[in-house]
């Protein structure tokens, strides 16, 4: 477990046979988005228990082996579909699972490249 990532509560706990494990990429980019979004670890954290009961709950992303996708509300940004942050993990056959990335969608990404 990156020392980083530990200040998660949850992170590296066996829970119902499942076990957590932070990718660097994961811990850059929650550290990243730490800066503009202070509660991020309070809701990584609440739905980091659903997913320890639910491991299946994300989207299976296509053409990937075994990545993925699921929503998580935020406290710091507006309701409604678009706000939230998505978080990439990788369920493997030892029954860990393993957090890839997470990111935001704002304004600024849902802008065709031309407007930008």
Same mark, same amino acid.
């Given at each position: 477990m990156?020392?980083?990532?530990?200040?998660?509560?949850i992170g590296g706990e066996n829970f119902v046979g499942f @076990?957590?494990?932070?990718?660097?990429?994961?811990?850059?980019?929650l550290r990243r988005l730490r800066k503009k &979004?202070?509660?991020i670890q309070a809701d990584i954290e609440s739905v980091l228990e659903?997913?320890?009961l639910q491991p299946y709950l994300g989207i299976l992303?296509?053409?990937?082996?075994?990545?993925?996708?699921? @929503?998580v509300p935020s406290r710091d940004m507006a309701r409604g579909k678009r706000g939230g942050?998505?978080?990439? &993990?990788?369920?493997n056959i030892e029954n860990c699972i393993?957090?890839?990335?997470?990111?935001?969608?704002?304004?600024?990404?849902l802008r065709c490249p031309r407007e930008l």
């Amino acid at each position: 477990m990156q020392k980083k990532a530990a200040r998660l509560r949850i992170g590296g706990e066996n829970f119902v046979g499942f @076990r957590i494990r932070f990718s660097k990429p994961f811990t850059r980019s929650l550290r990243r988005l730490r800066k503009k &979004y202070p509660q991020i670890q309070a809701d990584i954290e609440s739905v980091l228990e659903v997913l320890l009961l639910q491991p299946y709950l994300g989207i299976l992303i296509p053409d990937t082996p075994g990545v993925r996708k699921l @929503r998580v509300p935020s406290r710091d940004m507006a309701r409604g579909k678009r706000g939230g942050f998505r978080l990439l &993990y990788f369920l493997n056959i030892e029954n860990c699972i393993t957090l890839l990335f997470v990111y935001t969608i704002t304004p600024q990404h849902l802008r065709c490249p031309r407007e930008l």
